[in-house]
Nanobody, 123 residues
């Protein structure tokens, strides 16, 4: 499956962004979908994950309560709604797909990755 993340940009602290990730070339509804982020010199950080049906979600501690992951299986798209953004949320955001809903915070379990979209939050 091919993944295409978009929606990044420059936003002021306290603002919001929504990142869509469109999937093609596979059966989208069969994949668990996740979002990660990375800044230069640091490891890729888990942000959020959503189950195949959308009934289960799980968030990283730094974004819980501010970010929301959702999916539309009819549109083959997963979304990351980011509210109350902080300068420390600045990173390249990646969407990723995996088969199993286990150890979801580990990036090495994801089989497919999008190209990333830059989010910059100014203070």
């Amino acid at each position: 499956v091919q993944l295409q993340a978009s929606g990044g940009g420059l936003v002021q602290a306290g603002g919001s962004l929504r990142l869509p990730c469109a999937a093609s070339g596979g059966t989208f509804r069969s994949y668990v979908m996740g979002w990660f982020r990375q800044v230069p010199g640091k490891e890729r950080e888990f942000v959020a994950v959503i189950s195949r049906s959308g009934s289960s979600t799980y968030y990283g501690g730094l974004v819980k309560g501010r970010f929301t992951i959702s999916r539309d299986n009819a549109k083959n798209t997963v979304y990351l709604q980011m509210n109350s953004l902080k300068p420390e949320d600045t990173a390249v955001y990646y969407c990723a797909a995996r088969s199993l809903y286990s150890d979801v915070a580990r990036p090495d379990g994801y089989n497919y990755w999008g190209q990333g979209t830059q989010v910059t939050v100014s203070s």
